[in-house]
Structures are given as C-alpha cells and as structure tokens.
C-alpha cells in the first residue's frame, strides 16, 4: 500500500496532506526518512512526527449468491474455482463465513471481520440457516416428520429437531424447505439420505434473516448497515 495511503488509513489526515507531511521529512519508516511514493511492505515500521501509526482495519461484509462448482475457500490446492474468483479486489483480505459444499448454491457471506464470523457458525447453532433442497422421488409427510423430530446421520448424536415444509412433490422430483441451526458437515444431505432421498440440488436461501433476494446467482453485494447490524445483535 502507498504510504500516503496508509496515513490516511490510519486515521491521521487526507491522503494529499499525507503527502505534504512525507515531502516534509516527517514521515520515517524503519527510523529512515522515506520518500513520496514509497510503498509499504509488511513488517514496515511507519512513524509520523515521531509517533508509530497502524492503518485502522475497515470490516467489510459481503453476500455472495455461490453458484455450484465452486470451492468455499480463498485458495484450492487442486487447481478448482473458488469463491474468490468472483468476488473483483476486495479492498481488504475477507474471507467465507462458514462453508457450502461444491455442489451447493446460494447464500454465503464473507467477511474479515472474524468475530463476527465466529458468532454466526459457532456450533452452538444460534442462527437459522433455510435451505431448499431438490431431492430424488416422492418426499411424504413421514420423511418430514422424521427430520422435525432429527434422524440419525452416523455422528454421535441425532440432528437437532429441523422445520421442514414440502413445497413441491412429485414421483420423481420432491423440493423442500428445511430449516437448521447446526451446521454439521453437509447436514442437510446427510438427513435426506437418512430418510431415503438423495439430494440433486441443493440451494441455501437464508442465514437468520438475511435473504438473498434478487442477488443473481455468481453475483454478489455489500451487506447493508441494518443487515450488519442484525448480525451484530444476534
Ligand atoms: N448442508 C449440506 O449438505 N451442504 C451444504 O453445503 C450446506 C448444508
């Protein structure tokens, strides 16, 4: 980052009166006097007027519509497309809050502020994630009472008590809504099987409140102030 950059950053003054303190000579990095334009490398020291200053970190907070085929990570060490392909030079290092499979689609937040992201995945399970999963063959209203008392998906407890609606049923192709608060390793796959449905799409609509929308699939925005706020009271 340019050091006038990181002055203003750091809350100290504009950029162009950054400038004027650097072309003054009161601007130190590394106990030298550093010249205009001079770019800011990790581990660098920058004094102003003899005080050590640090660029505020902004938070920043984004809702990706994740289309499926792509990775819930910043990098993939075999080469596939990762949801940071589709998000254009974030200003600041975020990252995915959570995860969604590779075949999985829909609402996924990133951000770079931790704790926050800490709180919505903690696995105490305080917020609602609603899916809406396309499964094979005729979903009944048995299955989805099994899924609202939870089913046993091989880990060591049965699933939490889940809020399941059938919105579509046909003999081949069944779509329902299914809302969890835990967010075990691809839970809701888990629970359709459990009840004998493999899942051929699966889309997640909502985390708490927060809904995607219009967002178009691969598109993505920044959360508003009341929608961080919402985050920030959960
Ligand atoms: N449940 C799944 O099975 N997969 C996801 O990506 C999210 C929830």
Do not use: C, W
């Amino acid at each position: 980052m340019r050091l006038n950059k990181y002055i203003a950053h750091s809350g100290v003054t504009s950029r162009r009166k950054a400038d004027e303190l650097i072309a003054k000579g009161m601007v130190k990095v590394n106990g030298v006097t550093a010249p205009v334009g001079y770019e800011v490398r990790d581990g660098d020291i920058v004094e102003v007027s003899g005080q050590k200053i640090r660029p505020e970190k902004k938070m920043v907070y984004y809702m990706l519509n994740k289309p499926a085929g792509y990775i819930t990570s910043r990098e993939d060490d075999r080469g596939r497309k990762t949801v940071m392909d589709l998000i254009d030079d974030p200003e600041e290092r975020i990252y995915p809050v959570g995860r969604l499979d590779y075949h999985t689609s829909g609402l996924l937040l990133l951000t770079n502020d931790g704790e926050l992201a800490n709180h919505i995945m903690h696995p105490s399970g305080i917020v609602e994630k609603t899916y809406l999963a396309d499964v094979k063959g005729l979903f009944r209203i048995a299955d989805a009472q099994k899924l609202r008392r939870g089913v046993d998906i091989g880990d060591r407890r049965p699933t939490a008590p889940a809020e399941i609606e059938i919105v579509r049923q046909t003999e081949s192709v069944s779509t329902v809504m299914v809302k969890i608060h835990e967010g075990r390793n691809r839970q809701v796959r888990r629970m359709m099987e459990a009840v004998g449905h493999e899942v051929l799409q699966l889309h997640r609509t909502a985390i708490g409140n927060l809904k995607l929308g219009h967002l178009k699939v691969g598109r993505y925005r920044r959360l508003s102030e009341h929608e961080i706020r919402y985050l920030r009271n959960l």
